[in-house]
């Protein structure tokens, strides 16, 4: 059972590369995986199973949450927010996505200028732990 939702989980990473070319993040006992990127830069692949169409200043963040003894997603708290050079912040409501082989991501669209450097605040927790904080910045072409 094991060895085919890890071979499962594999070929969906292997077919969703644009999706999960990702960063990661290593919280003790879970790893976080997240990207940030143009939802025109998704492959259609990625864009159908996070729900999305591709538009123009529409970015697009994608969380992972994995177990690192089983290499099995993870289902837990993920808080994000993004800072704007401007000094605006918005939480951004994230949709809980389980793909056809019982991986689970988290996604959330938001609107970006050309250029503009992001700064995400993102708070996740998982298997039983408290939330942990990690900060990053993106600048979208």
């Known amino acids: 059972m094991i060895k085919r939702k890890l071979l499962a989980m594999m070929t969906l ?15 003790g006992s ?3 995986r997240y990207r940030v990127v143009a939802s025109d830069a998704l492959s259609l692949e ?5 729900g999305v169409k591709a538009g123009p200043n529409t ?3 994608n969380i992972m949450l994995l177990n690192k003894g089983t290499k099995e997603t993870l289902k837990g708290r993920v ?7 401007s000094g605006l912040m918005k939480a951004l409501k994230l949709r809980v996505i389980n793909s056809p082989d019982d991986a689970l991501f988290y996604a959330a669209e938001f609107p970006f200028s050309e250029g503009e450097k992001l700064d995400f605040e993102l708070s996740v927790s998982a298997l039983g732990l408290p939330p942990q904080a990690f900060v990053f ?3 979208l072409p």
């Open 13 to 27: 990473l292997l077919l969703s590369s644009a999706l999960w070319a990702a960063d990661s993040h290593d919280c």
């Open 30 to 32: 879970f790893l976080l």
């Open 46 to 50: 990625s864009s159908q199973m996070l």
């Open 59 to 61: 970015g697009i963040i």
């Open 79 to 85: 808080h994000v927010i993004i800072k704007r050079p």
């Open 137 to 139: 910045s993106k600048t």
